[in-house]
């Protein structure tokens, strides 16, 4: 029970994490980023083949480069290379397209990686995918399972708090307030002095860690990751949680992520088998696509919506 | 509300008042040709604006006015042309270059933001301020703090003179037509603007609101701001406007005062015929 | 050569099926300004209903044409009774997109449920191929065709030829002045969302022909070529949207070729980017200012 329950945990840190990430694009700046889960997968792929080491020619899996790398080197370059990927991709298709083309640009960005990954088994071991991830301080610690997995959950909470506290600074400052303008009026944004493509970049890029940190933190607990782990459909999951949750407020957003991958992951105990257990997962999609409906049409701001910015402590009219 | 606070907030001492020079030229346009495929909006026009001084640009529906005025804020790309702004050619450039410079555009249509409270409408125009950086916002309030409260009086201060200071808290898209208009001449303001392009304030305005942006236009003009004007509402134009050219099927068929213009032929067939 | 030459009879044969795909996907954002991601799912279930067709005893072609009725009701229903309420309600353009995904998610796992994740498949009687130099075509491929060329002359006619159809070609460009040319706004998207399910529909019964299977994820992996498609045309273009059917149908099977299967969508999409880069609008830019595109 223990043991279910601490999986459930860490599943949510990563969801939530995932989620920050994609509010600062999508509920902050109005960046409508439908390939995020590959900047989830990039930052699983680089904290696997950092701790996997070399690959070896006669071993099953292939991949290049690789490496043993202590933590929390391998989630800090998952970072790294989330905020380059989206330095990157934000590059090369906001500066240059508006709005829909973005869109629909970015999902056929999604689906093409996940394509690419599985044609190059040279690369990141193709369709298949890598596995026998190791976890960190694994063979030092000697626990049990449930031991581990409360130390496992104690570190991703450190990443969370940290994560949090970036997205709450922005979502706080002058910079959030440029965000919320460019999500309200690209074109008033500008004219004010706002460099907006720059502005979108940016987020693509800090958006773009947070989501590869969160692949890292999934990859060391799960100990395998495949392209079948991060499909297009995957990013609307994530969509789904902010839009339910509350876009542009970090603790709506959390409730967001809790409640998605509360119905995914206890989806098995609510829905009364069906028959074929296959169509469990079927139920659940829909159920969830069902959600998002309904939170769209009776409460489109989410369960705990943006709040309203007051600045009312200053004693006004003085110059003093 | 001080008595001293400039039009943008700001407290005017007395010695910082600059004597403005009758030939200083703070906008010059020339040989600007706006088409999109086929179609010239803007053929060839040509024109200088002086300092502290305020232009109205009128014509018949689809002379290009708002051509113009988009070209000159950065939002349309000229196909030829100089737009030399305080002594920087502009032409080509995007709207945040322009609003950097001191060049500040107004919106016909839809220039709030409608989901943030007419304050942080305000406070988003403020050029370079503290905490709107990736550093700076991660630098924390101790950071920002104060920079962003002495932003938030001078604000106040604007809000103050356009009568709009009880509605500070309201989200912008919450308010009237006129005072959304209002809201943007106040964001315009917080922009620390030398020169304004006014895209027809007076659209779709009624007159009590309407005299208010007069007012809040005339109070610009007396502290030194240049201002140039599109507008239909002729009464408005000729109170405000020392000056007015005419465009007509993209170019300017006319320049100088509304009671010269009154009574040329060429402008009253472009009104008729056009 | 000659294999270049028979992948070309292939591209084809995709080409004519996302032709009326691709019209139809465009031809839903140019008159209601709404990007349509369920589109592929729509397919899927016109196809299954053509299995039923088939399964009661109708013919495979007399299938086609249910199911694109069928699609064309849906399409309807689903746009008067879902989209257009949330669009009333002020629904900007991304939570549009949001709404079409959902549907789309519903309408795939709908699928499912009903029909099980087993792919199924039409009775269709083999025959002989017919040979046009190195390339092949069985008599099913050749109407296939057949139906793709009519949809593109039909499509034709009625842009250019029928007060409807301008008017749904000015509603792309200019809302305002489309609406003040007489005919109602909502005549016109009924009848647009008609058109393109008509054609969806047909294009889901072509698709799961051309494939031998009809599977729940059918529609969805196709729909990606299909934006891609209409991409490539210019977002909005009806007649770009055809001319992008026909290149991407064609290097889909001509890189399947050449570079090997796993790369063939790859390099279709590296198409799409390379043209994107260059020529943001599409290829036929024309009016592509609508909406703020470019």
Redesign the interface.
Known sequence: MAYYVLTLCVYVVVATIACWGLNLQ?GET?V?NFAYIIFVAAGAYTASILTLGHPTSSGYQQYFWGAHLPWPLPWLAAGVVGGLLGLVVGA?VLR??????Q???L???A??GA??V??APGFLNGGIGLSDIPSPFRSMLHTSQVGYEVFYLGLSLVAALIIFE?MR??N???????L??VR??E??????????ATTKL?VMV?GGAAAAIAGAIEVQFISAWAPASWTY?ET?GL?AAV?VGGRGNLLGVTVGAVLVQGLFLEGTVLFPS?G?P??I???Q??S???L??IF??FR?QGVIP?R?????N?A????A | ??ENSTITGE?QSASSAEPISATDSILRVDGLRVAFGAVVAVDHLSFEIQRGTAVGLIGPNGAGKSTALKAI???VKPTEGAIVFDGTDLAGH???AA??HGL????QL????????V??NL???V?R??????W???A??RW?GAA??AE??RA??VL?RLDL?DK??H?AGELSGGQRKLVEIG??LM?RPKMLLLDEPMAGVNRSLARHIEDALKNLREEGLTLLLVEHELGSVERLCDRVLVMAQGRQIADGDMGQLRSRREVLDAYLGG | MDTVLTSLGFGIVTASILLPAAVGFTLQ?SATGV?N?AFGAQMTFAAYIAYICTQIGFGIWWAVALAGLFGAASSALLNRFVLTP?MR?G?N???M???T???A??I???V??IW??LPVSYPMTSSSAWHLGPMSFTRSQLIVIGISVVFAVATHTLLRYTRMGKAIRAVADNRDLARSSGISAQRMTDIAWLLSGLMGGAAGVMLGISLSSVSYTMGDAFL?EI??AA?LGG?GQVYGAMLGALVIGVLLEESAIVLGG??A??SA??L??LV??IR?TGIMAGAAKT????
Do not use: C
């Open positions: 999508f109005g409508l090369l240059r397209l508006r709005g829909d083309y869109a629909m640009v999902l056929v960005v689906i093409m394509y690419m599985s044609a970036v600074r922005i706080a400052s002058p910079l959030g307030r440029v919320r303008a309200e009026n074109a008033a944004a500008e004219a004010v002095g706002h460099n907006v940016l800090v459909t609307f969509f839009i069906i074929n296959e169509l997962g079927a139920v999609w829909i969830l696509a069902l998002i409906l769209l049409w489109p943006e309203r910015r007051r600045f009312g200053l006004r009219g003085s110059r | 509300m001080p407290t804020g950065g939002e995007p709207p945040h609003a950097r500040i555009r107004t919106f839809g220039g709030e933001f409608a989901r943030l409270t304050m942080e406070l988003v125009a050029p301020m503290r905490g709107q950086s990736i700076g916002a991660l924390g309030r920002w962003q409260a938030v009086r106040r201060a103050s200071l500070e808290d989200y964001r315009a922009a | 954002f990007l991601i949330f309600r629904t353009f991304f939570g997109v949001v709404v995904i959902a549907l998610l519903l795939e796992y709908l499912e449920v099980g994740p990606i934006i891609a991409i977002v796993a790369y969508p790859i999409f590296a799409l980017i994107l880069l943001p909406k703020g595109i470019a």
